[in-house]
């Protein structure tokens, strides 16, 4: 069984433009997660996604945005980057919000802003 | 809001030899769940243990053990017989039971633990 795909694994953007990052969750897991890593701050939630809604978001600026497609298939996007937002993103993949099932995360895409 | 903090940003222990990392957490539900992840220099995030509140005995798996403490809100994780294979950063993540923002994890800062051989 295929895990949590994330892709690109490295990204390096300048200041000003916007990257899109994609999710793939393992098959049959309906609900995708992101969350931001970086020194300083740590591991933050970004949102989760079920059923193409999000469900949940965390606390950062309208610049972060994210949908879910029919495949649950998910993608984070991030406009007019800043310096700040050079961190690790990682998705996490479960079943679905509601159950008493564990998050599965992927290996992440680093991101770079130049 | 619920928080997670983990007093120790680094840990070092003898292979073979027993380690414990601290977590405390802070919450005003009485259900949740509690877990510790470790991520090695490949960067993803497994699973080690989980815990549920409503739970009173400390989960254990294989040479991970945890002592739960819910009145003192506190959550730790016991590594018997480390390896080498255990170097990792750890975190300690809270999660409130499902239906509500179900799948959101609140993490620790996390520790760095190193094995020495």
């Known amino acids: 069984k295929a895990g949590v795909t994330q892709t690109p694994r490295y990204l390096i953007k300048t200041r000003g433009q916007q990257v899109t990052l994609s999710c793939s969750p393992i098959s049959g897991h309906r609900s995708v997660s992101w969350y931001q890593q970086t020194p300083g701050q740590g591991l933050q939630f970004l949102f989760e996604y079920f059923s193409e809604t999000q469900r949940n978001k965390g606390n950062f600026p309208g610049r972060f945005s994210g949908r879910q497609f029919s495949n649950s298939r998910s993608e984070m996007n991030v406009s007019t980057l800043e310096l700040g937002d050079s961190a690790l993103y990682l998705c996490a993949s479960s079943l679905a919000p509601g159950l008493d099932t564990e998050a599965f995360f992927g290996q992440g895409t680093r991101l770079t802003v130049v | 809001a619920q928080t997670v903090t983990q007093s120790q940003p680094e840990m070092s222990v003898q292979e073979a030899e027993t380690v414990t990392l601290s977590c405390t957490y802070d919450?005003?539900?009485?259900?949740?769940?509690l877990f510790w992840y470790k991520q090695p220099p490949s960067r993803q995030m497994i699973l080690v243990i989980r815990?549920?509140?409503?739970?009173?005995q400390n989960a254990t798996e294989n040479r991970f053990s945890v002592n739960f403490q819910k009145a003192a809100k506190s959550f730790s994780l016991k590594i018997s017989d480390s390896q080498l294979g255990d170097a990792a950063m750890y975190f300690c993540a809270y999660r409130s039971p499902g239906g509500r923002g179900a799948q959101k994890l609140v993490f620790g800062q996390g520790t760095r633990l190193t094995i020495n051989p």
């Open positions: 815990q549920e509140a409503y739970k009173q």
């Open positions: 919450t005003s539900e009485s259900d949740y769940y």
